[in-house]
Nanobody
Framework: VQLQASGGGLVQAGGSLRLACAAS????????MAWFRQTPGKEREFVGI????????YYADSGKGRFTISRDNAKNTVYLQMNSLKPEDTAIYYC???????????????????WGQGTLVTVSS
């Protein structure tokens, strides 16, 4: 599967952005889909994950209460709605796809088979 992330941009602190990740190819619905983010000099950080049916979602503490992940399997797209953005949310955001995680690995970038190219989110103070 190929992933294409979009929706990044410049926003003021307190604002909102919605990122989208469109998947090409068949069988999008078999993948659990995750969002990660990365800033220069730091490791890629887990943001959250939604399971293949969309009924189970898990967020990292950094985004709880502010970020919402959803998916539309008919459109082969997963979304990351980000509200109340903070300057520390500035990063390149990546979507990733995988199935069949080993126990305890879903927050690890190395566990994911497919990655989008990333979209830059900049939050100004």
């Amino acid at each position: 599967v190929q992933l294409q992330a979009s929706g990044g941009g410049l926003v003021q602190a307190g604002g909102s952005l919605r990122l989208a990740c469109a998947a090409s190819g068949r069988s999008f619905s078999i993948y659990d889909m995750a969002w990660f983010r990365q800033t220069p000099g730091k490791e890629r950080e887990f943001v959250g994950i939604i399971n293949r049916s969309g009924d189970t979602i898990y967020y990292a503490d950094s985004g709880k209460g502010r970020f919402t992940i959803s998916r539309d399997n008919a459109k082969n797209t997963v979304y990351l709605q980000m509200n109340s953005l903070k300057p520390e949310d500035t990063a390149i955001y990546y979507c990733a796809a995988n199935w069949g995680f080993a126990v305890g690995t879903m927050t690890e970038p190395s566990a994911y088979r497919y990655w989008g190219q990333g979209t830059l989110v900049t939050v100004s103070s």
